[in-house]
């Protein structure tokens, strides 16, 4: 069974920077997408970035466009999320996510395995 280990969360100010780091148990991680998610208190978990198997192809959600990076290296089993000029709004709790399907989607439906989210808060 994968797992997923999620590091690097932490306090930021607004306009600051984080790298959240991924890493996955099982070689199974080089054969479908990866994505991170986030939720904040109160709202529905969301869809922030996906990442193609080969990494060719990246999706982002609109508000971390140009801010947000994602990122994978298949030789180590990991997925990366670059965070800069971070906001207020960004704060939440941010997921990992892994697919059994090769293209980089932002349908939680289609991640069949999850970590255990790491916090990111921002301050303004």
């Known amino acids: 069974q994968v797992q997923l280990v999620e590091s690097g969360g932490g306090l930021a100010q607004a306009g600051g920077s984080l790298r959240l780091s991924c890493a996955a148990s099982e070689r199974t991680f080089s054969n479908g997408a990866m994505g991170w998610f986030r939720q904040a208190p109160g709202k529905d978990r969301e869809f922030v970035a996906a990442?193609?198997?080969?990494?060719?192809?990246?999706s982002y959600t609109d508000s971390v466009k140009g801010r947000f990076t994602i990122s994978r290296d298949n030789s180590k089993n990991t997925v990366s999320l670059q965070m800069n000029s971070l906001k207020p709004e960004d704060t939440a709790v941010y997921y990992c996510?892994?697919?059994?399907?090769?293209?980089?989607?932002?349908?939680?439906?289609?991640?069949?395995?999850w970590g255990q989210g790491t916090q990111v808060t921002v301050s303004s």
């Open positions: 996510a892994s697919s059994i399907y090769g293209r980089a989607s932002p349908n939680s439906a289609a991640y069949g395995y």
């Open positions: 990442i193609s198997r080969s990494a060719s192809t990246t």
